[in-house]
């Protein structure tokens, strides 16, 4: 019951969704990015193939979690959210 999806996004930020294909949660990553897009929120969403639930500590070690983070960072940037 207390699902972002479920509440009122009106007036959120640009937001980014980073997701995994591997994650529990793509199709709720999925249902939010829609739900976004249904309040008018300017939204991304990302999926990484193979990869799994917060990939993103991995940096470093895992080329993709580097991108994540680097595209994360492209985001910012982007919108002077920085």
């Known amino acids: 019951m207390a699902s972002p999806i479920r ?6 930020p640009p937001t980014l ?3 995994g ?3 529990l949660l793509l199709s ?3 249902r939010l990015h829609a ?5 008018d929120v300017p939204a991304e969403l990302q999926e990484y193939p193979r990869r799994w639930h917060v990939f993103q500590v991995n ?3 895992l080329a993709d979690a580097d991108r994540a983070l680097d595209s994360a960072a492209r985001f ?7």
């Open 7 to 12: 509440g009122d996004l009106r007036g959120l």
């Open 17 to 19: 969704v980073q997701v």
């Open 21 to 23: 294909c591997d994650e």
């Open 28 to 30: 709720d990553a999925r």
């Open 35 to 39: 739900a976004l897009a249904v309040a």
């Open 59 to 61: 940096a470093g070690v």
């Open 76 to 82: 910012l940037r982007e919108r002077g959210l920085n």
